[in-house]
């Protein structure tokens, strides 16, 4: 996981005079003139964009546009009521006005993430939105408008401008989705699916946008029903040198598209979901180690600006990119389903006292596969290589590569995409995992390769403060080890203390709870592998995991954690041939000390668990059934 340098405290020494020092008052002074400076431009955007002239209009869009880059900025500016200055903007008679106040609102949006979101709906952004949209479709000829000069490019810009920050909204915020609803919007932006009439770039927003509009929305889906023919027709495009990342983009976009009509109506028609499958798996072949070589070729290595063809070419290679993300979320929501639970009545305050037989079940897991893919899926995913592929881009940049691409703002956006498009490809690996047999996934060789190298990545280049990154690929490596587990494959035989413990002080040094908790089932799982091991080294092991893990249920003040580390335990000793071993560690005796404890942050926490609350509920019903089992067992010894 990496070691954190440990900041040196210095006493800290009063003033005296109990007055500011002049290097506060300078500070403070600076802060105070920064804002005031801020206030006074804002104030002055405000008017230009307000004046009769266009030139000034255009000039404050502009303004506004370059200073959403800033997120605090962008809220802010969301927070003042600007959706109330620019909204009438987006219907303005002039073109030019129009596509640049799409594009000023779509830069805040971008930038202002959830708050401003909030506040431009707040100031119904909306209504000028879908009007300008429907304006559109009743309208606008783009073949004629080409013929005038100039005109197509800016109505097209406007266009694509509006529709992407609907889908912005509509991503982020479930009034958006509600609001398209009651307007009717799903017709209006249907009609924009003839790449002949409107080119493949506007094809390919509006199906972008449709793709969040339909998420688990209903009222859109069967709206959009009727043009499943011309999506799944979308999936037969040609590519070719020119196009590919056009094509490639719009292709996956359609995927999703046809992956939520085929989830949210309830029929999972096998035939297309094949088809969306192999055109992902297209998307991933690409090669992204030679997508960064064109990159690095074409970035410059200092800040100069570089020729417009460059940009073009940076522009293909990012949507590759972020068509890759795009296909391997869609992987990973094929391969998931939510699990909601109602285990809610579970936490009860009084203990649950049952009678103990037996035949007590304690396997009822949450963290099992829940269900199964279909058979002509899974073998649509051995045909395409659909696991290699999802794993090789979890790859990390070379150091050489990060060097050249940190030189300027393009390439260090690169390597944002490239770490988002690692932690995506961890996180349907982790799904691909829990939802394929070992057969599917190449091998309990394959398996346990995967899960070493995730386990380098984890435990020696990852960064502590990359949660990012820490919450998927442990995320992927618990799935991988559970999977080894249910095969009992007896492969961990050479493992020594000293190759545990990064795992153990992982868990110690992130404080994230989810990456916590994947570090714990780790161990929980590693135990039972190792319980089909008999030997005295194995033994040991599985002592030191399960101290670990009982003062781990001590020492932490999270309820859900405390609950995982004990659904582990209860896992390791749940079979009759670990008496033995729980009397030599005093597990009762311990278990004993604990749940007086756990009982009592249940009742504190339990209104605080949202999610959590099944393993807990779990925790909280089999507990005493398992020590009052184990404890007859034990006396049997």
């Not at 999703?256 to 088809?275: A, D, F, S, W």
């Not at 079979?575 to 007086?596: C, G, V, Y």
Request: charged residues 25%; aromatic residues 4%.
């Amino acid at each position: 996981m990496g070691k954190q340098k440990r900041e040196r405290r210095r006493p800290h020494k009063e003033n005296p005079t109990g007055l500011p020092s002049v290097r506060d008052f300078e500070a403070t002074e600076t802060e105070n003139t920064a804002n005031e400076d801020r206030e006074i431009a804002l104030h002055r955007v405000y008017e230009e964009i307000q004046s009769a002239n266009v030139e000034e209009k255009l000039s404050g869009l502009q303004t506004i546009e370059s200073m959403s880059c800033d997120s605090a900025l962008a809220i802010q500016i969301a927070k003042s009521g600007i959706a109330k200055l620019i909204g009438p903007l987006l219907v303005d008679k002039n073109v030019l006005v129009r596509a640049s106040s799409a594009t000023a609102l779509r830069f805040i949006a971008d930038n202002g993430d959830t708050e401003a979101h909030a506040s431009l709906l707040e100031d119904d952004i909306m209504t000028p939105l879908c009007t300008l949209l429907k304006q559109y479709y009743t309208d606008w000829q783009p073949k004629a408008d080409q013929n005038k000069k100039g005109i197509g490019t800016d109505e097209q810009e406007a266009f694509i401008q509006a529709v992407t920050l609907l889908w912005t909204l509509c991503e982020h915020n479930e009034q958006a989705v509600k609001c398209c609803n009651e307007e009717d919007l799903v017709p209006v932006l249907i009609k924009f699916f003839n790449v002949t009439t409107y080119g493949i770039e506007i094809v390919t927003v509006i199906v972008q946008c449709l793709l969040s509009l339909s998420e688990d929305n209903i009222v859109a889906i069967k709206q959009l029903k009727c043009c499943e023919d011309t999506l799944i027709q979308f999936l037969c495009m040609e590519t070719n040198d020119t196009n590919l990342s056009e094509v490639v983009c719009l292709k996956t976009a359609i995927s999703g598209l046809l992956i939520n009509l085929t989830e949210c109506i309830g029929n999972n028609p096998i035939n297309t979901v094949c088809k969306v499958i192999n055109v992902l798996s297209d998307t991933l072949s690409i090669d992204c180690k030679q997508v960064l070589s064109n990159l690095v070729s074409i970035l410059p290595h200092e800040k100069n600006a570089f020729s417009s063809s460059a940009k073009k070419k940076v522009q293909q290679g990012r949507r590759i990119l972020g068509a890759q993300q795009q296909a391997l979320e869609i992987l990973a929501n094929l391969c998931s389903e939510d699990q909601e639970n109602e285990n809610e009545s579970d936490l009860d305050d009084s203990d649950i006292e049952t009678e103990v037989t037996d035949d007590v079940c304690m396997d009822d897991k949450l963290y099992k596969t829940i269900f199964s893919l279909p058979l002509e899926i899974v073998e649509v995913f051995n045909s395409c290589n659909i696991v290699k592929k999802v794993w090789d881009k979890t790859k990390a940049v070379d150091k050489d590569t990060i060097e050249i691409l940190e030189q300027n703002v393009e390439g260090r956006s690169v390597l944002k995409q490239m770490h988002t498009l690692n932690c995506r490809a961890y996180l349907c690996l982790n799904n691909l995992m829990l939802n394929l047999e070992i057969d599917a996934l190449g091998g309990v060789e394959n398996i346990y390769r995967m899960w070493m190298e995730m386990g380098r990545v984890v435990f020696k280049d990852a960064k502590l403060n990359d949660i990012e990154l820490l919450e998927s690929a442990t995320a992927a490596m618990r799935a991988d080890i559970q999977k080894l587990s249910e095969a009992k494959a007896n492969i961990f035989n050479r493992l020594t203390l000293v190759d545990i413990l990064p795992m153990l002080n992982g868990e110690r040094q992130c404080s994230n709870a989810n990456v916590q908790v994947n570090l714990i089932r780790m161990l929980g799982n590693l135990a039972l592998i190792l319980m089909n091991s008999d030997t005295l080294e194995a033994r040991e092991l599985i002592k030191h995991i399960s101290t670990f893990l009982l003062d781990t249920s001590m020492s932490e003040p999270k309820i859900w954690i405390i609950a995982e580390s004990l659904d582990a335990i209860m896992d390791i000793y749940a079979e009759d041939d670990s008496d033995q071993l729980a009397s030599e560690i005093n597990l009762l005796e311990k278990l004993q000390t604990l749940i007086p404890q756990f009982k009592n942050k249940m009742r504190q926490q339990k209104k605080t668990l949202g999610d959590n609350i099944a393993v807990v509920s779990t925790v909280n019903a089999n507990i005493t059934r398992f020590m009052k089992y184990k404890e007859k067992r034990i006396k049997d010894l």
